[in-house]
């Protein structure tokens, strides 16, 4: 009996120890999730960049929200970098950075706020690298680009975004498409003559790049190039068929240099173009006149000219978009003058694709009707109505992935390229457009363009009241400031600046 009574205690004796030991490591992991909380982790699928994007026809894009910034920054597990105004996103970029006390009197730079980062969310999952284009595995053709022919790694599955933690490096990656038929120019002080005798520019410049897709430019070759890189710069997680059909629909082009083609061969001129962007530097500028005066004139996104002709003119023989940027422009500037955009009679139009959704709009575009999948599929307007009854698909011109690659790669390279954000990154619509011109035309003038005292001026020339200027997180503006100014000091440009 007294065997039974003791076996009985020890039992309930072990029983109340697990308990004990139990409620000790649930109360410590309890406390270790209130002083350090768990961060929700987003793996690829999770996450729809076009989707948070494009959701809602505004621009919406991460960004720094206040002018302050420097080596010290920390994270606000509590805010979202992305507008309220998002319908249905349920994943989304969390880890606001904001300022510390330490930073209040520094401007944000492009590489500071990296090094503090690192609790950033990410929105690409960390995955073990894909090999490199140092792989054995080849295709079975390869394709003879720049005159030089290349294997491509053959992955065993589709390459992915959140396959890699910096941009991936390709034997291959500075070799373009080139058009060694086009017209070449015969205007002594050219753009093109310049940076051939330019000891900085010679080694970046390619005056035979291919600037635009038609449809020449697709194949199976063509396919398993670009599949290397991410849009817009080449078509990684893009789909197939979708690419395939949008870029064989698109009109022959018979020359890339169209500006130099259409001039007359016994007429010596050369051809200026202005390059105006939506800066507020314009405003009070009275340059209307000296704008329009020239040859051709480049606008892009919100290009308001009505009431403001005085300062930034009223002509615009190219306007430069993507599909986001040009359904933003038309919901955000309703207000401000900006019921459509440019249709005159010498308008032509120039599609920066940045992924998926800008290849469905193009389809949309070409077909004339309703975009029918995609983060664009909200928009309750067909392409063709922004264009106006006499649009034909000749007067668009869809920008070449490898020319934005170029672009990117021997212009405006950022440092954000070798972290694990990298995707995020690209040059601002205004630059590319820029970069087109300087390619196109014989002489470049940029008017409204970011310089270093942009902080003086409104973020648009078109502002009610002065509004500051937002740095992007996706784009690398004080970059873009350094090469604007670096190509008017070699003369190779003409920038607009006050002081």
């Not at 649930?26 to 994007?53: C, H, I, T, W």
């Not at 606008?299 to 306007?319: K, L």
């Not at 309750?380 to 869809?398: A, H, I, Q, T, W």
């Not at 590319?432 to 973020?459: N, P, R």
Request: charged letters at 25%; a positive charge.
């Amino acid at each position: 009996m007294k065997c039974s009574r003791l076996k009985t205690f020890l039992c309930l004796l072990v029983l109340a120890v697990i308990l004990i030991f139990f409620l000790h490591t649930l109360l410590r992991v309890n406390e270790g999730n209130r002083l350090n909380p768990k961060r929700q982790e987003y793996s690829e699928n999770d996450f729809d960049f076009d989707e948070a994007e494009a959701n809602f026809p505004k621009i919406i894009n991460l960004r720094i929200q206040s002018k302050q910034k420097s080596q010290n920054f920390q994270v606000d597990g509590d805010q979202v970098v992305v507008a309220p105004y998002l319908q249905n996103v349920t994943k989304t970029f969390k880890k606001f950075i904001k300022p510390t006390k330490n930073n209040a009197n520094h401007q944000p730079t492009t590489s500071s706020y990296k090094q503090r980062m690192e609790n950033w969310n990410a929105f690409f999952r960390k995955r073990s690298k894909l090999q490199r284009a140092q792989t054995s595995d080849t295709v079975q053709n390869s394709i003879n680009i720049t005159s030089k022919r290349y294997k491509f790694p053959n992955s065993r599955k589709p390459l992915n975004i959140s396959d890699f933690t910096a941009e991936p490096k390709w034997e291959f990656g500075d070799y373009y498409t080139l058009d060694t038929s086009s017209t070449q120019t015969s205007c002594p002080i050219s753009v093109k003559i310049k940076a051939l005798n330019s000891s900085w520019l010679k080694e970046r410049f390619l005056p035979q790049i291919t600037i635009f897709m038609d449809n020449r430019h697709f194949s199976d070759k063509e396919w398993e190039r670009l599949k290397h890189f991410i849009p817009p710069y080449g078509w990684m997680t893009l789909n197939y068929t979708d690419i395939k059909e949008v870029v064989s629909a698109l009109p022959r082009l018979p020359d890339q240099q169209i500006l130099l083609s259409a001039k007359k061969a016994d007429v010596p001129h050369c051809v200026s173009c202005a390059v105006v962007g939506n800066g507020g530097i314009l405003n009070g500028s009275r340059l209307g006149k000296e704008i329009d005066l020239h040859d051709y004139v480049f606008r892009v996104n919100g290009a308001v000219t009505n009431g403001y002709e005085t300062d930034v003119g009223n002509r615009t023989s190219f306007y430069g978009f993507t599909a986001q940027t040009l359904i933003s422009a038309l919901y955000l500037l309703s207000t401000e003058d900006f019921p459509n955009i440019p249709m005159t009679g010498e308008t032509k139009y120039i599609l920066f694709t940045e992924g998926q959704r800008d290849y469905g709009w193009l389809e949309a575009l070409q077909k004339n009707k309703s975009i029918s999948k995609g983060p664009l599929k909200a928009y309750s307007k067909s392409p063709r109505e922004d264009f106006g009854s006499s649009f034909n698909l000749n007067k668009l011109l869809v920008a070449h992935p490898d020319f934005m690659r170029y672009l990117k790669d021997r212009y405006l390279r950022s440092e954000t390229l070798k972290e694990k954000y990298w995707a995020i990154y690209r040059p601002s619509t205004g630059a590319l457009l820029l970069l087109t011109a300087v390619h196109l035309c014989d002489t470049v003038s940029a008017y409204g363009f970011m310089t270093e005292d942009y902080k003086s001026y409104s973020d648009h020339y078109y502002d009610k009241n002065k509004t500051k200027t937002i740095l992007y997180v996706n784009h690398d503006f004080l970059l873009e400031i350094e090469l604007w100014r670096n190509l008017h000091r070699k003369n190779i440009i003409k920038l607009y600046q006050r002081t």
